[in-house]
């Protein structure tokens, strides 16, 4: 029983993290209708933009969570402006196809300006606490109270101020918000700014939990994160919060009792069985196309 707990433990940690980075795919998708491929890539250059400050810079833990987070920001909204935005009235296939590029190209990139080799940063883990059932680091515990203030901070915005409210207008029908007199490109250029800082504060956590850095870190984490988003529900910021929460527990509890080298299998056979089951998602009741909470 403490073996299946300490999974749990373990399955919250790793939704903490999922879950930041879902919710920044679903509002891309939310306010341009583009599944960005990316996205991944947004996280490796928040992890590798904080790896720098550290490195170079001598910074905190703290200053380079904030460094991560205005490199996260600042590639969201060049993607939207260099990439999104220019493939707006093509075929969704073709936008696709472009993040598909644009991410071989970033990665690329990240592959010749810091090599192939791992890299990690050198913040103590602090000691291991028991907090009830559960085992958890001092940075453990950390990430998953960050996650919960981002979750708010998202909520506030979204629910009580005019850029939230514009926002969810732009997510429902871009054209009827811009002649109702909202600037709807100002919007999705704010709402990919948004994603970006928080891709890029996940990719800083996810780099320091798993302890190493390569620029390929963002593949399988955007896996997860589709996953999470529409096994959750595609366009809902707090479905898709849900459903990192439960993809996270879904994979930790079936690699301790089978093995870690299937957890990606697992991830992706749950989200075969969410689909034919809940193709809205499992926390939506009809389509989830619209950003609401």
Same mark, same amino acid.
């Not at 403490?2 to 509002?27: D, E, P, Q, R």
């Not at 883990?125 to 996650?147: A, C, D, E, R, Y």
């Given at each position: 029983?403490?073996?299946? /707990?300490?999974?749990?433990?373990?399955?919250?940690? #790793?939704?903490?993290?999922?879950?930041?980075?879902?919710?920044?795919?679903?509002?891309?998708?939310?306010?341009?209708?583009?599944?960005?491929?990316?996205?991944?890539?947004?996280?490796?250059? *928040?992890?590798?933009?904080?790896?720098?400050?550290?490195?170079?810079?001598?910074?905190?833990?703290?200053?380079?969570?904030?460094?991560?987070?205005?490199?996260?920001?600042?590639?969201?909204?060049?993607?939207?402006?260099?990439?999104?935005?220019?493939?707006?009235?093509?075929?969704?296939?073709?936008?696709?196809?472009?993040?598909?590029?644009?991410?071989?190209?970033?990665?690329?990139?990240?592959?010749?300006?810091?090599?192939?080799?791992?890299?990690?940063?050198?913040?103590?883990?602090?000691?291991?606490?028991?907090?009830?059932?559960?085992? /958890?680091?001092?940075?453990?515990?950390?990430?998953?109270?960050?996650?919960?203030?981002?979750?708010?901070?998202?909520? #506030?915005?979204?629910?009580?101020?005019?850029?939230?409210?514009?926002?969810?207008?732009?997510?429902?029908?871009?054209?009827?918000?811009?002649?109702?007199?909202?600037?709807?490109?100002?919007?999705?250029?704010?709402?990919?700014?948004?994603?970006?800082?928080?891709?890029?504060?996940?990719?800083?956590?996810?780099?320091?939990?798993? *302890?190493?850095?390569?620029?390929?870190?963002?593949?399988?984490?955007?896996?997860?994160?589709?996953?999470?988003?529409?096994?959750?529900?595609?366009?809902?910021?707090?479905?898709?919060?849900?459903?990192?929460? #439960?993809?996270?527990?879904?994979?930790?509890?079936?690699?301790?009792?089978?093995?870690?080298?299937?957890?990606?299998?697992?991830?992706?056979?749950?989200?075969?069985?969410?689909?034919?089951?809940?193709?809205?998602?499992?926390?939506?009741?009809?389509?989830?196309?619209?950003?609401?909470?």
């Amino acid at each position: 029983m403490s073996i299946f /707990w300490i999974s749990i433990g373990m399955g919250l940690a #790793v939704a903490a993290i999922l879950a930041l980075s879902a919710v920044a795919f679903t509002l891309e998708y939310a306010v341009s209708r583009v599944v960005n491929l990316a996205h991944g890539e947004v996280l490796t250059i *928040g992890a590798y933009a904080a790896y720098v400050g550290e490195t170079n810079f001598h910074l905190n833990l703290y200053m380079c969570a904030v460094v991560a987070t205005i490199a996260g920001s600042l590639a969201g909204m060049g993607l939207n402006f260099f990439l999104i935005e220019q493939f707006r009235n093509q075929k969704a296939l073709s936008t696709l196809i472009a993040t598909l590029g644009a991410s071989l190209i970033l990665q690329n990139l990240l592959l010749i300006g810091f090599g192939g080799a791992s890299v990690s940063y050198s913040f103590a883990q602090g000691n291991l606490l028991h907090v009830g059932p559960f085992l /958890w680091t001092v940075l453990t515990i950390k990430v998953m109270i960050s996650t919960l203030i981002v979750a708010a901070i998202i909520y #506030v915005m979204i629910q009580r101020t005019r850029i939230g409210k514009a926002l969810r207008a732009v997510s429902q029908n871009r054209d009827l918000a811009r002649v109702s007199g909202i600037p709807a490109r100002q919007v999705v250029m704010h709402t990919w700014a948004l994603a970006g800082a928080v891709s890029g504060f996940a990719g800083f956590l996810y780099g320091e939990t798993v *302890g190493t850095i390569t620029p390929s870190i963002g593949n399988g984490f955007l896996l997860l994160s589709i996953t999470a988003a529409v096994g959750g529900g595609l366009g809902r910021p707090y479905a898709t919060l849900g459903g990192a929460l #439960v993809l996270g527990l879904v994979m930790s509890i079936a690699g301790t009792y089978t093995s870690s080298a299937y957890q990606l299998v697992i991830a992706f056979g749950f989200l075969v069985v969410m689909l034919l089951i809940k193709p809205n998602g499992i926390f939506v009741r009809g389509k989830a196309q619209m950003v609401r909470a």
